[in-house]
């Protein structure tokens, strides 16, 4: 049972466009949220993250938005650049959990110069 | 700061071999897991730690064993490989800090058991 599922496996978008990865959750005891990137051949690099009483949180190029109620977040890249073409891994974690990380299958992000 | 150190970043095993995959920080961070990431998984969970002398099961910790003798390592052990421990294992730490933190992880060891 997937309790963090992200439901694209694969985006490709145009260079200077919105990217929009989205990543919903069904364990409403989750109360922070995370976005990873990655590259082959690397380990997953921390993007930007979320408290479940914020609904936004922004840095720089990359906004995570957070609805509770429907139990979904989405990541927003602005403008996208080449360089961003990687894995995005969605994670779930909650106070008290040891900071046990529960995470999504991934979304692999292509932009085309 | 090298951060978090993996070796070995490659491994081919037999079937019933054991081996330890080492994992070492150099930030002082409390928090220590193992995750694994299998094609259309994501990472999941192995086993994690708290601090020194404090471990846990994650959500898949069959097959393997872990210590935390010291703050900076954290190896993981497999006792008797199988093919389904084929895997890109990753080691990660994270500060004590806000939950919102990430976790810093590892290059990744590459495990293949034949």
């Known amino acids: 049972d997937q309790q963090v599922k992200q439901n694209s496996p694969s985006l490709s978008v145009q260079e200077g466009r919105i990217s929009i990865l989205n990543c919903d959750y069904t364990?409403?005891?989750?109360?922070?949220f995370l976005w990873y990137k990655k590259y082959p051949a690397e380990g997953p690099t921390f993007l930007i993250s979320?408290?479940?009483?914020?609904d936004k949180n922004e840095d720089g190029r990359f906004t995570v938005f957070l609805n509770k109620s429907a139990k979904h977040l989405s990541l927003h890249i602005v403008p996208s650049q080449p360089g961003d073409s990687a894995v995005y891994f969605c994670?779930?974690?909650?106070?008290?959990?040891?900071?046990?990380?529960?995470f999504g299958s991934g979304t692999q992000l292509t932009v085309l110069p | 700061n090298a951060g978090v150190t993996q070796t070995p970043k490659f491994q081919v095993l037999k079937t019933g071999q054991s081996m330890t995959l080492q994992c070492a920080q150099d930030?002082?961070?409390?928090?220590m897991s193992w995750y694994r990431q299998d094609p259309g998984m994501g990472l999941r969970l192995i086993h994690y730690?708290?601090?020194?002398?404090?471990?846990d099961q994650g959500e898949v910790p069959n097959g393997y064993n872990v210590s935390r003798s010291t703050t900076e390592d954290f190896p993981l052990r497999l006792l008797s490989a199988a093919p389904s421990q084929t895997s890109v294992y990753f080691c990660?730490?994270?500060?004590?800090?806000?939950?919102?933190?990430?976790?810093?992880f590892g290059s990744g060891t590459r495990l293949t058991v034949v």
């Open positions: 990660a730490s994270s500060t004590g800090g806000g939950m919102g933190d990430g976790y810093t």
């Open positions: 364990n409403s005891m989750f109360d922070y």
């Open positions: 979320i408290s479940s009483i914020k």
């Open positions: 994670a779930a974690t909650r106070t008290g959990s040891a900071r046990q990380l529960t």
């Open positions: 930030m002082n961070h409390e928090y």
């Open positions: 730690s708290v601090g020194a002398g404090i471990t």
